[in-house]
C-alpha cells in the first residue's frame, strides 16, 4: 500500500522567496509521484508528474520537484514566490504501470506575503 | 483541454434525502473517480470506476453508490444523506491508453454539498 505525508499543512512564504513543500512517501514498489495545485474554488490542477524518467522533473509556474530515492521524498520547489502561487498543494503516489489509483496527502496550504 | 464538469457547484440537502452528484468528462477517458475533500483530511476517495457499469469501492465507500451507464458520467448518489456528508465533492477522470499522460488525474470544479 501506498501513503503520502506533507510536512507542513499551512507555509508562509515572501514574495520573492524560496518555496519548498515537503513529501514524504511510503511505497512498496517503485512509485509515480504527483503534485497538484488547488486554487480558491477550484479543483485540482496538475502540477507535475514523476514517473521513473529523469528524477528531477520540471512542471508548470516555475515549479519543479527532485525524487530522491533514499530519503523517499519529492519535496516541490519553485525559486522565487509570487503572489498568485497562494494556493493548497497536494502530494499523490499511485503504484504505477496500471495501478490508475492516487493516494493523496493532507495538503499544504501556501500563504504569500507581500 | 480536458474538461470535466460537475452537474453543481453548490447543494444544500436536508437529511434524509436522496441526492444526485452528476460527472461528465469529454475526453473518452476510461477511468473516473470520485473523492472528497475535507479540512486537514486531504482528497479520500470513495469510488472508482474503470469502464462502463464497472465500480470499485475506495476507501470510504460507506453511504455512497455509484452508477456509471455511459463512458463519459459518473454519477455519486447518497442514498440517505446524514450531516457528517458535508463535504466538497471532486470528480476526476485518467486515461488508460500508454502515454505520458496516463494515469494523470483530471478533476472538476467540486460541488460542495451541505447536508441540514
Known amino acids: 500500500a501506498q501513503s503520502v505525508t506533507q510536512l507542513g499543512s499551512h507555509v508562509s512564504v515572501s514574495e520573492g522567496a524560496l518555496v519548498l513543500l515537503r513529501c514524504n512517501y511510503s511505497s512498496s514498489v517503485p512509485p509515480y509521484l504527483f503534485w497538484y495545485v488547488q486554487y480558491p474554488n477550484q479543483g485540482l490542477q496538475l502540477l507535475l508528474k514523476y514517473t521513473s524518467a529523469a528524477t528531477l522533473v520540471k512542471g508548470i509556474n516555475g515549479f519543479e520537484a527532485e525524487f530522491k530515492k533514499s530519503e523517499t521524498s519529492f519535496h516541490l520547489t519553485k525559486p522565487s514566490a509570487h503572489m498568485s502561487d497562494a494556493a493548497e498543494y497536494f502530494c499523490?503516489?499511485?503504484?504505477?504501470?496500471?495501478?490508475?489509483?492516487?493516494?493523496f496527502g493532507t495538503g499544504t496550504r501556501l500563504t504569500i506575503i507581500p | 483541454d480536458v474538461k470535466v464538469t460537475q452537474s453543481s457547484r453548490y447543494l444544500v440537502k436536508r437529511t434524509g434525502e436522496k441526492v444526485f452528484l452528476e460527472c461528465v468528462q469529454d475526453m473518452d477517458h476510461e477511468n473516473m473517480f470520485w473523492y472528497r475533500q475535507d479540512p486537514g483530511l486531504g482528497l479520500r476517495l470513495i469510488y472508482f470506476?474503470?469502464?462502463?457499469?464497472?465500480?470499485e469501492k475506495g476507501d470510504i465507500p460507506e453511504g455512497y453508490s455509484v452508477s456509471r451507464e455511459k463512458k463519459e458520467r459518473f454519477s455519486l448518489i447518497l442514498e440517505s444523506a446524514s450531516t457528517n456528508q458535508t463535504s466538497m465533492y471532486l470528480c476526476?477522470?485518467?486515461?488508460?491508453?500508454?502515454?505520458?499522460?496516463?494515469?494523470?488525474?483530471?478533476f472538476g470544479p467540486g460541488t460542495r454539498l451541505l447536508v441540514l
Open positions: 476526476a477522470s485518467s486515461s488508460r491508453i500508454q502515454g505520458k499522460l496516463r494515469e494523470t488525474q483530471y
Open positions: 470506476s474503470y469502464d462502463v457499469k464497472m465500480k
Open positions: 499523490a503516489v499511485s503504484a504505477g504501470g496500471g495501478n490508475e489509483k492516487l493516494t
